[in-house]
């Protein structure tokens, strides 16, 4: 019976952030009852630990354990499906106020008996621990001192896991996979250069360099690292750890691996809300498959699919002329009212949504109601909580029970209730309650990261200035206008392909651009710039028969955009930054002008002004064979339309 206890597979789950992003919300309920897409966020790790092996976990908490463990209770009597194979422990200490304090006192407990996972609360994951526990046993058979192989998933540098979070550069042994740097940055970081030890070079014949990782703070443990935290006090967190070990790696006699997991595992860490809105997308969109929106539940089907990733409780209802748009998740017993827009949005149960009402990019918890022509942009509102009628509320965050006023214009600030009950607005440390993308709200270097950050025009990668023009191409388009830019892709792609009404997808533009304060100009320029970007054209045998077809099942989102001569001159300067940064287009910028003259978007005084811009900024495309004889046959036509006349 004890040989049987030894190979059951032992995970510790750190039930605490120990810092502040998530306050005031985590203030009152602890990490672990978040709920990411409708479902508290304890459900998702322990179903994770059941699926990828994990037989045993120890739940440590530092605060409010009593609701964590009746929580547990309770998915017991509902027979919550990983209840039925997983043993929980749930381990509490008001001493400890770091990760480190937490590993000592599992290592003066006993608690660990051999290898073991090491995740935190935040962790969502569906990856096989039992496979990366064997890969770690026969690492540490190679090299005795091997104490942890930290767990990584390789992504795209633009990926949001990656732009909302610290990012992270690791140099590696190509051979071992033996960690020999591990440097974070904050989030948006300007270091454009990085210091590699020499030693990292001459004493390994390969090394690898990273700097598109997702930390999911996911490590496979040796017994040796309890101990390794008694004994150096100094290590106070994940971090400290990792730098320790590397700097008196002869002293501590231990090393550090890495693992890179494959394409079709998913791992990340919920570290703010950016990361939270990500994540809940993620799960939306089934990339945390077996995890789901019904992780919970012992009783499955219980939502109803409606299309584009909306999904809505059976027993909620709508009303015929509202609309939802896409990445929709509505709750039990909640009701949407007449003519109001959801999108990107997560709705829990028992809300009431007026007439009227804009909600995009936004996660409303239980038992809240928004009334009549409010807009909810970028925000969280808590449990209990009242919007008044005609508020509007961007990147704000609502602890439960606050009733908003009405006709309130929120931005960027955090509200929640005060000690003597009356609810009152507190705002973040930034006086004009606007930019709240990098407040420092946490201990030593944590960053605090809102839902949305305010940006000026200077931040745009498109002005309406000539002297900006010849520098487009070299111009790097900033976050929020680079999310705007894919997600009319996304939506036009879409609806090319599924042959939606442009009714819709117009709807979308707008919407976004309000979520990403996309001023008219540069919608314009995004517009046809995602047109000309559309994957459709990539693979396509003859470009420009596509972009015929496109700009024909187009014309009504581009009539709706284009129709002044200045929306003329950002059409125009949208084609030429896609055929500068598009390689499908090198070649065909007169083509592309040509069938945009024929379907009447632009006009020739238009064109000959551009065309005079395109030669005095000395722009890549001036030359361009195509150019050149679109405008002789241009003028050529010009002259015989006067002759005639």
Known sequence: MENDKDNVIQAVVIMDLFNSNFSPICNQNPMGLLPVAGIPIIDYVLESLVSGGVGEAILFCCQDSLKIKDHIKKCKENKVP????????????????????????????????????????????????????????QTCKKDKGAAMTLVYKEVAWEHPLISNDKSLLLAADGRTHKILMHQKYKPKSKESAVSLPLECVLQHSEVKLYHNLVDAGIAICSPSVPPLFSDNFDFQTRNDFIHGILINEDILASSLYYTMLKENQYAAAITNWKTYQTVCWDILHNWVYPLSIETDSFYKNTFMFMGNHIFRKTNSSLSRSCALVEDVLIGAQSHISDMSTVSKSMIGSNCMIGNNVVIHGSHIMNNVVIKDNCHILNCFVDDNCVIEAHSNLEGVVVS???????????????????DNNDKTLKKT??????????????????????????????????????????????????????????EVIDSLARGYEDNLKCDYLILEINSSRYAYNIQLNEVNFFVVRALLSLPILENSKNVLTTVKDILKFFRPVIANYIKTKSS???????????????????GRAGQIIHLLYEADVVDEDSLLVWYEDLKENESPINNQTSIVKFFEWLQEASEESEESD
């Open 82 to 137: 990983w209840s039925i194979t997983l043993d929980v422990q749930i381990i509490s200490s008001d001493t400890c106020q770091t990760m480190g304090d937490v590993m000592r006192e599992i290592d003066a407990a006993g608690l660990v008996r051999g290898y073991f996972v090491l995740v935190g609360i935040n962790s969502i994951t569906n990856i096989n621990f039992t496979a990366l526990l064997e890969q770690h046993k």
């Open 400 to 418: 439960n029970n606050v009733c908003v006023k009405e006709g309130s214009k929120l931005r960027g600030i955090i509200l929640e209730e005060t």
């Open 429 to 486: 440390s930034s006086e004009s309650g606007t930019e709240w993308e990098n407040e420092s709200s946490g201990k030593e270097d944590d960053e605090y990261v809102g839902f949305e950050k305010e940006w000026s025009d200077s931040e745009s990668c498109y002005s309406s200035d000539s002297s900006a023009e010849s520098s487009l191409p070299d111009s790097p388009i900033p976050e929020d206008t680079n999310i705007f830019l894919q």
């Open 568 to 586: 003329i001159m950002d059409c125009l300067k949208a084609v030429e930054d896609s055929c500068i940064k598009n390689g499908w287009l090198e």
